[in-house]
């Protein structure tokens, strides 16, 4: 039996589509598609997660904050730091030694040069720091019996998708609506991962029952620069709208200013200084 957690959300909605084997759903909302098999309940809360690891076999660890803007900052190390604690106190517990586990390219931090699993890790945010603590816990976990666990973690670029809407998609509605400036020249590439590709990547994995420590990055190539991302959308869309660059201090000078007023006024706003510099 295959333990999800975190599966009503975008990825894992899409690896229940996929997968074909016993699964279990434990999430804090209720699944659109797979609600036969959820279990409600928050990975912060040991006693709710430890109902749900009775004949497991496998966990699938989806679960996390990763939003721009959480507030507080604690709740990343709350659901990414504590409760990947949780489930690996419970997978000790329950004898449960394989484990799968979704990061982020963000423990890598900015602009670095497609950096590979052996690259050295160097997070700018909240969300990266705490994905990155997650993974010591992990490692920590493994070494403690390696002839008998598995553990991989992946590391995938942002995910889009049908149904997604994250970052890709407020690129593509701004440009769509005439609103959207582009921060600097435009040759920053942006790496993505196409969403059903990687809930195939995860089934694979599962499927073939990896052995040993793991960590892979996950990127569909080719990276496109937003020039050619821009003008591919507007082609495909047959839009045609004037293509305004903002010089990267301007925008980032922004970015302070919108912040600073979020804190005065509690009010969130779509653009920020963490998501101008991404």
């Known amino acids: 039996m295959i333990l999800i957690i975190g599966g009503s959300g975008f990825l894992g909605t899409n690896l229940l589509k996929v997968i074909d084997a016993d699964c279990i759903n434990f999430d804090k909302n209720k699944s659109e598609y797979f609600n036969d098999i959820t279990t409600l309940g928050n990975i912060i809360n040991l006693n709710e997660l430890e109902g749900v ?20 900052v604690s ?30 390219v963000a423990v890598y931090g900015l602009n670095k040069m497609n950096p590979t699993e052996q690259s050295e890790v160097d997070p700018f945010n909240h969300y990266g720091i705490s994905k990155y603590k997650a993974e010591e816990q992990i490692v920590s976990w493994y070494k403690k019996n390696p002839k008998n666990r598995s553990a991989t973690i992946i590391r995938p670029t942002v995910i889009f998708g049908i149904n997604n809407r994250g ?47 793991n960590i892979f990055n996950y990127s569909d190539k080719p990276d496109l620069n937003m020039n050619e991302l821009v003008s591919f ?21 922004a970015g302070v200013i919108l912040d600073f007023i979020s804190k005065l006024t509690k009010i969130k706003f779509s653009v920020s200084y963490v998501r101008i510099k991404k």
Request: proline share 3%; net charge positive; no cysteine.
């Open 53 to 72: 690891f009775q004949n497991i076999t496998h966990v699938v660890l989806l679960a996390a904050e990763h939003k721009d803007n959480v507030s507080p």
């Open 75 to 104: 709740l990343y190390y709350d659901v990414n730091v504590d409760g990947t604690k949780n489930v690996l106190k419970l997978m000790e517990k329950f004898n449960v030694n394989n484990l799968i586990f979704t990061s982020s």
């Open 233 to 253: 959308f507007k082609d495909e869309l047959k839009i045609k709208t004037f293509n305004f660059k903002i010089p990267y201090f301007v925008g980032v000078s």
């Open 167 to 213: 970052n890709v998609y407020n690129l593509f509605k701004q440009i769509y609506n005439g609103r959207f400036f582009m921060i600097s020249d435009g040759k920053n590439k942006k790496s993505m991962a196409y969403v059903e590709n990687v809930a195939f990547f995860i089934k694979s994995i599962l499927k073939n029952s990896l052995p040993g420590f």
